[in-house]
């Protein structure tokens, strides 16, 4: 599994400075392979990493890459997940909030919310909140979501 790496509670494996950072579109190109040019850049860097000198992907870059993934290349829910779940077990990678990540994938599989709401979701739940008011209501329909209601 990946190395968790959580900003919020500064549980770190290793310094910042040990890691290469990698931006959505570099993570793109090595999945999807749209461009082969960049698609060989990004898996040359890529097959480089190593437990020792991984790549960091970021919450965002995760989000990122669900969004693109789903509206530009029409990729269905539970492939996308795969995806999500083989970034997870890469031992050369460096994962910032792994754990609501992987929480997060069996409930955006079944296709009810966003994974977007799930990470939100799972980030209230990490945070052990009484509650998550939301006006979204298909996400104030999971547990620990509530649908705040306009007065």
Do not use: H
């Not at 960091?56 to 997940?81: D, G, H, N, Q």
């Amino acid at each position: 599994m990946a190395r968790l790496y959580d900003l919020a509670t500064s549980e770190k494996i290793r310094s910042g400075k040990d890691l290469l950072a990698l931006d959505t579109n570099v993570l793109l190109r090595y999945l999807t392979r749209d461009d082969l040019e960049m698609a060989v850049t990004a898996r040359g860097l890529l097959n480089s990493l190593t437990p020792q000198e991984p790549g960091f992907i970021c919450r965002e870059v995760i989000l990122e890459v669900v969004w693109v993934l789903e509206r530009s290349y029409k990729m269905p829910r539970r492939r996308t997940a795969a995806v999500l779940e083989r970034l997870l077990l890469a031992r050369d990678l460096v994962i910032e909030a792994a754990d609501d990540i992987a929480t997060a994938i069996p409930d955006y599989r079944r296709g009810e919310i966003d994974f977007s709401d799930v990470i939100i979701l799972a980030a209230a739940r990490r945070a052990q909140t009484r509650v998550l008011y939301t006006f979204d209501r298909k996400l104030a329909r999971q547990e620990g979501a509530e649908l705040l209601k306009a007065r």
